[in-house]
């Protein structure tokens, strides 16, 4: 099993950086896929950005050019981590952020973090 745990929201000012953290721990060596997604207010949750293993990845229109995906397989504290660095961030980017890993145990099993709350206001 893979179990996740999720850091780096908070409050920014328009134009403003983030940087969103979520470390998996378990059996990180079947993790397939690694993602941010959010759901902001009345809204149903969007994918942001996902990178399959080997380097792929895809973002949301809205996010391009703005938000970096990357991550990172630590072998000494048995733990792969997966960032989103947030720039230039908009009101618009206001929603409550969720890593999500897709992993292999017989069969694929998805496993969501806690979520992290993010708010761009002035």
């Known amino acids: 099993q893979v179990q996740l745990v999720e850091s780096g929201g908070g409050l920014v000012q328009p134009g403003g950086s983030l940087r969103l953290s979520c470390a998996a721990s378990?059996?990180?060596?079947?993790?397939?896929?690694m993602a941010w997604y959010r759901q902001a207010p009345g809204k149903e949750r969007e994918l942001v950005a996902a990178?399959?293993?080997?380097?792929?990845?895809?973002?949301?229109?809205s996010v391009k050019g703005r938000f970096t995906i990357s991550r990172v397989n630590a072998r000494v504290n048995a733990k792969n981590t997966v960032y989103l660095q947030m720039n230039s961030l908009k009101p618009e980017d206001t929603a409550v952020y969720y890593c999500?890993?897709?992993?292999?145990?017989?069969?694929?099993?998805?496993?969501w973090g806690q979520g992290t709350l993010v708010t761009v206001s002035s």
């Open positions: 999500k890993v897709l992993y292999y145990s017989g069969r694929y099993l998805e496993v």
């Open positions: 378990g059996s990180i060596f079947s993790i397939d896929t």
């Open positions: 990178q399959i293993s080997g380097g792929i990845t895809n973002y949301a229109d």
